[in-house]
């Protein structure tokens, strides 16, 4: 049988005519249809010069155009490639005549299909157990619908998630590859997985195409490509479609239950199902980037409402809501986790496979209600779903909280195997170290994740929270300015910087910021945890537990590690932190 070609290669650049795609040092190149047939033209009649009028007979097919099209098309060609046509390294203009294509070209052949999939087999099995999803790039050349190609990306990572035998690399680590020019093979290594997925979105009214590629990555080989096309409606059974088919390519083993799960989807109104997409787009922005948090939070919950009101059964929707108003309660006002729980309450009650839903009421349970067992419970829900990152670190901060430190670090080091690039998750290593007491390690951890990236706030905050503890005040306090100068938060540092001068010893400076927070306290909301932390560095354990019990009142976020804080360790003594321990359900 004639032999089948699948890939040409020259210099850097791939192209692949199973999916139509180019690809330069591992990255997609935005091509239009006609662009990649003339690219393939010149490439199948290298050296010799191909007159323009056989390019325009054979790639227009004797539709009517001029050769200004076809000018327009090398022009698109070479700056696709990068090619200069002064100093041309790719495409040759002979004046008058045409064109030639300069470099060598390299291609892959196979002979018939049986052999396609043997090969495909032996670049395959046993080798791939840990996958990463580069951001699908958006085709519509449109910047308004970034949203769709990031949403889907998303949402790809989330399907592939929930198979319990692949190790999946979450969006934030993966999200720094987008428009980065780095090999396939050097991503891997990076991101330490055995293949890699690329690929593309675009949407056209409400037909949806998604294509994709899955990459051996060390040796960058193609094992499988395919291209898909759906209504919008039809968007969630689309993902599942995806996901499984890139299971069975690789050869995961999928339990009944995930077998059973990517087989199902329901349709999804079509306005609904965009709505939903801008929301999820505008919760992990605001989710992954600070300080823009609110504002973006904001939006995503006003896109989760409308995709609601459109479709009142689309559980994704009430739990990207109950998501959207858990991370808004935990940076403004408590009082919304009520909001977030009934939305994560009804994306279960409509599905219980849910994922998202389940871990948003987790963290309401822990850091709201105070419920320990029904937590952990959810949490353990939520991982069995899918292994998210999110989960994992919310999982290890309730851990940490009850004591259970061992369990706390081993969860928070299992988050940052499935996410090797996210910060964040880095500063809570150090954080689940500060409440173990293990402040050396906490302090090694934080400043080895400082100096990968000095602008990451949490690292700044727990950095100043172990050099305190260690006694080196005075970098605690620079610790705790730049955090301050980062997060914009000036009465959220003033209370840890009251503490620090008071545990140094300096009560004059921390007099003066209890007296700029006592009358800050009457325009606005003053943490109360804040003010129990100052006086009882001061040794005036009375007004510090007053405080405290308010701090219980108000549900301030860390009261939930009451019996963890060292810094509280002055008080633990006196009966009335005792009872405050039974109120919480922390005394045992």
Not at 144 to 164: H, R, V
Not at 190 to 217: C, K, M, P, Y
Not at 336 to 362: P, S
Not at 421 to 446: C, P, S, W
């Amino acid at each position: 049988m004639e032999a089948k070609v699948l890939t040409y290669r020259f210099d850097d650049t791939r192209v692949d005519l199973k999916t139509f795609r180019v690809f330069k040092a591992g990255r997609a190149l935005p091509m239009e249809p006609k662009v990649f047939e003339v690219l393939i033209f010149l490439i199948e009649h290298r050296g010799r010069v191909v007159e323009k009028e056989e390019l325009l007979s054979t790639i227009w097919k004797g539709a009517f155009v001029t050769q200004n099209a076809l000018t327009r098309v090398i022009a698109q060609l070479r700056k696709a490639l990068g090619d200069d046509p002064k100093e041309a390294r790719y495409i040759r203009t002979v004046q008058t005549r045409g064109y030639q294509f300069i470099p060598e070209v390299r291609s892959t052949q196979i002979a018939d299909r049986e052999a396609i999939e043997a090969t495909t087999s032996q670049g395959r099995a046993g080798r791939v157990g840990s996958i990463a999803v580069l951001p699908l790039e958006n085709l519509s050349g449109d910047p308004s619908q970034e949203y769709f190609a990031d949403a889907m990306t998303e949402e790809l990572i989330t399907e592939l998630a929930k198979i319990g035998a692949l190790r999946v690399i979450s969006r934030t680590s993966t999200m720094r590859y987008k428009r980065v020019s780095k090999s396939l093979p050097e991503i891997a290594r990076e991101l330490n997985v055995d293949a890699i997925i690329e690929g593309s979105a675009l949407r056209s009214g409400e037909r949806v195409r998604i294509t994709a590629q899955l990459v051996q990555a060390a040796t960058d080989t193609h094992l499988w490509a395919e291209s898909y096309e759906r209504d919008l409606s039809d968007i969630l059974a689309l993902q599942k479609e995806v996901a499984g088919t890139i299971a069975r390519e690789i050869e995961i083993k999928l339990t009944p239950r995930e077998q059973a799960r990517l087989a199902t989807a329901r349709p999804v109104d079509p306005d609904a199902c965009d709505a939903y997409l801008k929301g999820l787009y505008y919760f992990v922005q605001g989710r992954d980037h600070m300080p823009a948090t609110k504002q973006l939070l904001r939006k995503s919950v006003k896109h989760f409402e409308q995709a609601i009101l459109m479709d009142p059964d689309y559980a994704a929707a009430y739990a990207g809501l109950a998501s959207a108003y858990r991370w808004l309660g935990a940076y403004s006002d408590p009082a919304l986790y009520l909001q977030a729980k009934r939305a994560a309450a009804k994306a279960i009650e409509l599905d219980d496979t849910v994922a998202e839903a389940h871990a948003a009421l987790g963290w309401i349970l822990f850091k709201y209600e105070w419920d320990w067992r029904g937590a952990e419970r959810e949490y353990l829900k939520a991982i069995e779903l899918n292994p998210n990152t999110m989960y994992h670190q919310g999982y290890a901060l309730l851990l940490a909280s009850l004591g259970r430190h061992e369990e706390a670090i081993e969860r928070v080091r299992l988050a940052e195997l499935s996410d090797p690039l996210n910060l964040t998750v880095k500063a809570v290593i150090g954080m689940v170290y500060f409440f173990a007491r293990h402040f050396d390690q906490a302090v090694e951890q934080l400043e080895k994740t400082a100096e990968l990236d000095p602008e990451i706030t949490l690292v700044r905050w727990v950095l100043g929270w172990a050099y305190e503890q260690r006694g080196e005040y005075s970098k605690a306090i620079q610790e705790t300015k730049e955090a301050m100068r980062l997060s914009g938060s000036s009465l959220f540092g003033a209370g840890f910087l009251g503490y620090i001068h008071a545990r140094s010893g300096n009560r004059s400076e921390a007099q003066r910021v209890l007296d700029e927070l006592s009358e800050a306290s009457k325009r606005k909301h003053v943490g109360s945890y804040y003010m129990t932390l100052i006086y009882s560095a001061l040794g005036e354990n009375e007004l510090a537990l007053d405080w405290l019990e308010r701090a219980c009142d108000e549900h301030d976020d860390y009261i939930t590690y009451l019996k963890v804080d060292p810094r509280l360790d002055t008080l633990r003594p006196d009966g009335r932190f005792l009872d405050l321990m039974l109120r919480t359900g922390l005394a045992g």
